[in-house]
């Protein structure tokens, strides 16, 4: 008896642990919905498409994610796109995310900020983006394509094109 309430409590546990996987569209609409229906540790995974939309994570530490991610297809960066619409920034990350909030294959374009960070805008905050092409992104000051301040963001594998303006400044990583 002692092992099988053993075995029940660690298949429970383990499920606490992993998290859980939201697919956008069939399980939520739009990526912003997704990631409002996440809690910490959730992996949202987006199939192909174009998302007009504006995304903040608010401080969620979850994987976004399109289907590069399982796969491996590089295919699935250009074919699965934020779009901002021209209209604002496309993904924000500025309530103190970690490391463990991470953006992981997608095109990311179109994005306008009056200031800084058209594509992705991190300040105060450390999210890991990697895998994604950031292009045809603008802002009035810096950080067409990606603007990063008071923050460690870990950056890798990007492919930054067409960011209409400056790509620099304030104490760590402004693209």
């Known amino acids: 008896m002692r092992m ?4 029940i409590l660690l298949i429970l ?12 569209p069939s399980q939520q609409p739009t990526i912003q919905a997704g990631i409002n229906a ?8 987006v199939q192909p498409g174009t998302y007009v939309e504006h995304l903040n994570f608010n401080g969620s530490n979850i994987m976004l994610a399109s289907l590069f991610l399982t796969t491996g297809d590089t295919s699935y960066i250009s074919s699965t ?3 901002g619409d ?26 306008y900020a009056i200031i800084n960070g058209g594509g992705i805008n991190c300040n105060n905050a450390d999210p890991t983006i990697k895998y994604n092409l950031i292009t045809q992104n603008y802002a009035e000051d810096d950080g067409a394509g990606v603007y990063c301040v008071y923050s ?11 960011a209409l303006h400056s790509t620099l400044f304030e104490s760590r990583l402004v693209l």
């Open 4 to 7: 099988i309430i053993c075995f």
């Open 13 to 24: 546990s383990s499920q606490i642990c992993l998290g859980e996987t939201i697919q956008v």
């Open 38 to 45: 996440s809690t910490h540790g959730d992996t949202v995974f």
């Open 81 to 83: 796109v934020i779009d």
């Open 86 to 111: 021209s209209s604002g920034t496309c993904v924000i990350f500025t309530n103190g995310e970690t490391q463990s909030a991470t953006i992981t294959g997608f095109t990311i374009t179109r994005g």
């Open 152 to 162: 460690t963001a870990i950056s890798m594998f990007l492919s930054i094109t067409t």
